[in-house]
């Protein structure tokens, strides 16, 4: 997310409560976006499908078909995500902008190939009893939001966070309209206009590319060459997505916690609602921790690196360090200290929300274990992200490893202990996460000068 911090500083630099709601508002629309839009997209397409499609489970099926295409997306693309960004920041520093657009192109063909074999396996494999024409449509959607991750992720490092927004309005509300219009046709129609939007969607990512750099040549596989890209980049968006996801899928297939609902697909009904309320409730976390962590943290981290590459006193480059490791724990203690006021606020709020949502107040308890193992992955991601701007890639892949194997181990004997146990092994592995994350960011700020000079 480097350079947001420009536009958060332009708004925090007019020193008044509208500026200051105006770049927590901006942050908070930056980072959740384009995920609140998909959200209230397949919600909405949801909610005013049910008195129209016959059977009323087609319904069902559709929000499910598009959870695992969501999740089956983001865990194949992860690999590529964060490496593929390094490797672009890496030629705009050396000024060749003219190798950006043709190694896009050929990341997209790589993604085109992995995620059309994959998805053509499975056409054939565990979804061969379905009809042809819903896994052609499950099929195109694979493919088409694999390709929108490496785009969108693209045009994060272009800086053109208000485009993406401005993007994924548009392509689900072409979604939600195209759905509703076709939703005489039950789960192939829905479907339709699913793939329909995300179409758009991908033409209009593809469009702000093509016309922000030079094309001198069509198509480039350089960022496959040897050592252009980082492998730990390529294990830590690999163990980051499966650690996310890797929770919801051992509930979907634990038989006392998960039914069938198409084909291979299953759900979780009293693991699923409480987790997607909870995660609801780390938008005022993510904006503050775009706002502290993209101005204050950046700004002294700026200024210590420059200071060491000018030749700046240690005096002055103790004190740009302790500044900057400062506004890491005021940064870090803000984000506590929001998402804690908001978990109280959903503590306090836990039976009415539940009696609104037509939700059985037995998902109380789980409601609450979510809410706390969503703040702690707030929480984690700041602490990732900070060791990015340290350059510390071994240690953010040891972090992330820690995230998959607990939650894996954790949440499996969660599910065999019992229903009253149910949440706590994914807010262990990410309470055990966070722990050893700040053991480790606290010796690394000790050693800073050290490293810095000693490494080169």
Sequence with gaps: MAGIGFELRKLLKKESYLGLLQAYSYAGIISSGPWILSIVGVLLIGFFSLSVVIPRVAVQQFQVSVTYLLATSLIVTGPLQLAFTRYVADRLFEKKDDMIVPNFLGAQLVTLLIAGGLGTILFFTLFRDMGVFYRLLMLAAFVQLCLIWIATIFLSGMKRYTAI??????????????????????????????????????????????????????????????????????????????GIWFDKLLFWYAPETSH?????????????????????????????????????????????????????????????????????????????????????????????????????????????????????????????????????????????????????????????IGPSWYGYGFALSLLLSVCAGMVFLSDKLEKLEYETFMLQ
């Design 165 to 242: 927004v401005w993007v994924f309005a548009l392509g689900y509300g072409t979604t939600v309209a195209a759905a509703l219009l076709l939703r005489p046709w039950g789960l192939e129609g829905l479907l339709s206009g699913f793939v329909f939007g995300h179409y758009l969607m991908l033409c209009g990512l593809w469009f702000l590319i093509l016309q922000h750099y030079p094309i001198k040549f069509f198509i480039d596989f350089d960022f496959l060459r040897h050592h252009r890209m980082f492998h730990s980049l390529i294990w830590t968006g690999l163990f980051y997505n499966l």
């Design 260 to 416: 069938a609902i198409i084909g291979p697909l299953r759900a979780s009904p009293i693991y699923d609602l409480p987790i997607f309320l909870a995660y609801l409730s780390i938008i005022p976390g993510m904006a503050v921790f775009l706002v502290r962590i993209e101005t204050d943290f950046v700004e002294f981290y700026e200024r210590f690196y420059r200071a060491v590459r000018e030749g700046a006193s240690l005096e002055m480059i103790e004190s740009l360090r302790n500044e900057m490791v400062f506004t890491i724990r005021q940064g870090l203690a803000e984000i506590v200290k929001i998402q804690g006021i908001t978990i109280l606020v959903v503590f306090a709020l836990g039976k009415l929300l539940l009696n609104w949502l037509g939700m059985s107040e037995l998902y109380q308890q789980l409601l609450y274990i979510d809410l706390i193992a969503a703040g702690l992955q707030m929480v984690f991601l700041a602490i990732l992200n900070i060791f990015f701007y340290l350059d510390k890639r071994r240690l953010v892949v040891l972090l992330t490893g820690i995230f998959v194997v607990s939650n894996a181990v954790l949440t499996s004997v969660s599910i065999a």
